[in-house]
């Protein structure tokens, strides 16, 4: 069955300190600590480009397997900082990797719910195409288009990519997936040069349309928090994060809670997650993925662990 | 809409700010008592599911302090 067979992280070594930033924009501790939860920002390197992230990530994941490149049929990068208008990142990363001819890249231009969007996508593509392993990247650098001036956002992103092998020695398979868009409100969260947020419209999204997404695709499957052993939620901030979990009513220790050390890492912050708990994770465990930000967009999926 | 202070102060509770409820002025602006945009972000959530009622950005000056947000949607 295809499914998620490994996956690998790159996350740049440079952070930004948040607690450096406290006179700057009047904050306290407990806001960098406990509200935002973000400490630190990871920064990539200058002149470094989506592609660049995305190989770095391939890097690792060729140290934790023995992925062969001549097998990779598929490659697939989701990013909203493409390295380019023109060409997509895949066929740069493709080049970069020096991937086969015969295998097919396209670019997914999602943010924060790009890797369950892309998950689905991957899987159906080599599904429907008879393909036996594949690459599916997430790869943002926020750095290039945050005002470093704006409380909102200066504060939150962090830069990061991670590539997950696709193939039919899957660990991780997926259940079902559910997808939403509310592009009515596209203008709260948006680039135009540099990035502008409605914090308190997006919070309020993000509050009332995740936990009713996440029990509407658990009814759906006659599941129940009790057969869910883990909620991986987009790491937008803790307090939202916090948020949906009340609302959830589901116990603190079923939603990681993993931004603190590098920042909202957009599309890559699901896989950054879950590529430290997939050797945690018991065989027949169920878990949800559940993201939401830019568009408005969102999506879940309900993940199982198979050997 | 009959809002009392008590409902106002009921729903900042339930947010779980940082401000201290015992001392919590209704005449004051809540952000220079512990409440901080965050926690304003959600009291503005819990008013509109609430009272179902969709406030907007140009009107959140009229939402400051507990008297404030009792006389706002005490004329909705």
Redesign the interface.
Known sequence: MLGIESIATYIPDTKKSNYELKEKFELDD??IEN??GVKYHTVKDRGFKSSDMCVKAFENLQKQTDVNIEEIECCIVVTQNPDFNIPHTSAIVHGKLDLPSNCAAFDIALGCSGYVYGLSNIIAFMKNNGMKKGLLFTSDQYSDIVDINDKNTALLFGDAATVSLISEDAVLSSVDFSFGTNGKDYKELVCDDKLYM????V??FT??TAPKHIKALLEKNNLTDEDIEKYYLHQG?K?IVD?IRKRLKTDASKVPFAMAEYGNTVSSSIPIMLADDINKLKKDDKVILSAFGVGLSWASAIIQKIK | MKITIQDIRDIIEKAETMAEMDELANDVPLTEQNVDSLDMANILLLLEETYDVKIPDTDLDQLQSVDGIVAYLSKK
């Open positions: 407990d806001f509200k935002i409605n914090g308190r419209a919070f309020s509050a009332t901030s307090y948020t």
